[in-house]
């Protein structure tokens, strides 16, 4: 089983941060493709930024040079700095992998549990 989980998340005042982490734990042959990704109220998921599996960043548009996502392949986790927060950007933030598991390494997409972010203005 692999299981992915989020931290970080709460309520910052409009212009300030935060840091989300996202720890993948279980039976993990190699992580590939990283994202996080954010539901609104009354909105569809959206991709906001990841990794790609050699390694590549890409952000959404609105949210570049605010928002900055890096990985430590040694503890499994992904991390998303979210910098000059607006009320816009208040939802659940998720994580999603592709990651290989077992002997075989077949691979698989995996969500988390999501982290609430609440910006005030």
């Known amino acids: 089983q692999v299981q992915l989980v989020e931290s970080g998340g709460g309520l910052v005042q409009s212009g300030g941060s935060l840091r989300l982490s996202c720890a993948a734990s279980g039976n993990i042959f190699r992580i590939n493709a990283m994202a996080w990704y954010r539901q609104a109220p009354g909105k569809q998921r959206e991709w906001v930024a990841g990794?790609?599996?050699?390694?590549?960043?890409n952000y959404v548009d609105f949210v570049k040079d605010r928002f900055t996502i890096s990985r430590d392949n040694a503890k499994n986790t992904v991390y998303l700095q979210m910098n000059s927060l607006k009320p816009d950007d208040t939802a659940v933030y998720y994580c999603?992998?592709?990651?290989?598991?077992?002997?075989?390494?077949?691979?698989?997409?995996?969500w988390g549990q999501g982290t609430q972010v609440t910006v005030s203005s």
């Open positions: 990794f790609t599996s050699g390694g590549r960043t």
């Open positions: 999603n992998a592709d990651i290989k598991v077992g002997p075989l390494g077949e691979e698989y997409n995996y």
